[in-house]
């Protein structure tokens, strides 16, 4: 089954999101790929502890279209009740683990041979650092681990590194599980003579402090927008010098990089660059023509962006930048 963001609640329950196995515990894989590991492994598994009454709840997360889509075709020949345990969402890893899941709910993580990103400078966009490490130890409960296996030698041993930084895993180096053998990377890097990797992150102490949480909105109850006078037409607009702008909010950084008129209709584009927490998006945010009068300036869904306290401000941004230039705002909402 695959889940949009809309679908989750902020955060999210186990027992809401699986409602006919609540009682089986909730594993989590980062970076499923064409789902081959999950198909394997909760078979492998369920064989080597002869089976359970409450099989896990299985929740996978991609950022490749293609991957989903081939994730769930391996998903459909599973039995009804088996379908209800399986959900595979698209969206960054980080945003998914801050936003949607609640602390000490789940029981393990896997990630199976992520992008090692090994040039010189690049190691800030891995994804087992220390940041993670410390995220995951308060989502997962005590007991709960993380399963990492790996091809890469040097991001092998600079997550173990990361991990020993905190307080909270006490780690072992098992032979890695079959099923993380059989997926696409891992048959890629055998037949090149590579050896795995793996480890095992068991959390034996959990942060004190609660974790900082990432608020995302749904579209239908907080979609960002105000209505303005304009004082110009739009199709005139194009005619004014647009400035590249640059607005800090606390840890959150709104550039408007550009602004492009619609050739279909008057109509505005704002292409907006955010950063904020650990997540980076472009957005489009329009500006149109209103039939009751003002023009309406909101948020895009082109793209499918995520609604968070930044978007919000980027939609306050550009109404900002056009009240700078003569327009009347008449309502904000956002």
């Known amino acids: 089954m695959i889940y949009k963001l809309s679908d989750f609640h902020f955060p999210d329950t186990a027992a809401r999101l699986y409602p006919q196995n609540s009682q089986g515990q909730w594993q989590l894989e980062i970076g499923f790929g064409d789902g081959r590991f999950w198909a394997a492994h ?7 502890e002869g089976g359970s009454a409450f099989p896990a709840n299985y929740l996978g997360v991609e950022i490749s279209g293609s991957s989903l889509l081939k994730a769930q075709q391996k998903s459909k020949g599973k039995d009804q009740t088996a379908n209800a345990r399986v959900i595979l969402t698209k969206m960054p890893a980080d945003l998914l683990l ?13 990630v199976n041979f992520p992008d090692p990103w090994p040039k010189a400078g690049h190691s800030e966009n891995r994804l087992l650092r220390r940041s993670f490490f410390e995220l995951a130890a308060d989502r997962l409960r005590l007991g709960g681990e993380i399963w990492f296996t790996t091809d890469h030698a040097e991001y092998f041993e600079f997550a173990l590194e990361q991990a020993r930084q905190t307080p909270f895993y006490q780690i072992t180096q098992p032979e890695p599980p079959k099923a993380a053998l059989q997926t696409k990377y891992a048959k890629k890097w055998e037949s090149y003579g590579l050896e795995a990797n793996h480890a095992r992150f068991t959390v034996i102490a959990q942060p004190t402090a609660p974790q900082p949480w990432l608020e995302v909105f749904n579209y239908e ?21 647009f400035e590249k702008t640059v607005t800090r909010f606390g840890d959150t950084t709104i550039i408007l990089l550009e602004v492009m008129q619609s050739v279909n209709r008057p109509m505005l584009h704002f292409l907006a660059h955010i950063e904020e927490a650990e997540l980076t998006q472009e957005i489009l ?8 009068g003002g023009a309406l300036v909101r948020l895009e869904k082109f793209g499918s962006p995520i609604i968070t306290a930044g978007v919000k401000k980027a939609v306050g941004a550009v109404t900002d930048y056009l009240e700078g230039r003569g327009a009347k705002v008449l309502m904000r909402a956002y």
């Not at 949607?100 to 709910?105: C, E, G, K, T």
């Open 42 to 48: 909760s078979v492998f598994e369920g064989a080597l």
């Open 98 to 110: 801050r936003a949607v899941i609640p602390p000490a709910s789940l029981s393990r993580i896997y």
């Open 221 to 241: 109850d907080a979609m960002p927008h105000a209505i303005i006078d304009l004082k110009i037409h739009i199709t005139d607009f194009e005619k004014t010098a």
């Open 285 to 292: 945010i329009g500006v149109t023509l209103r039939d009751e």
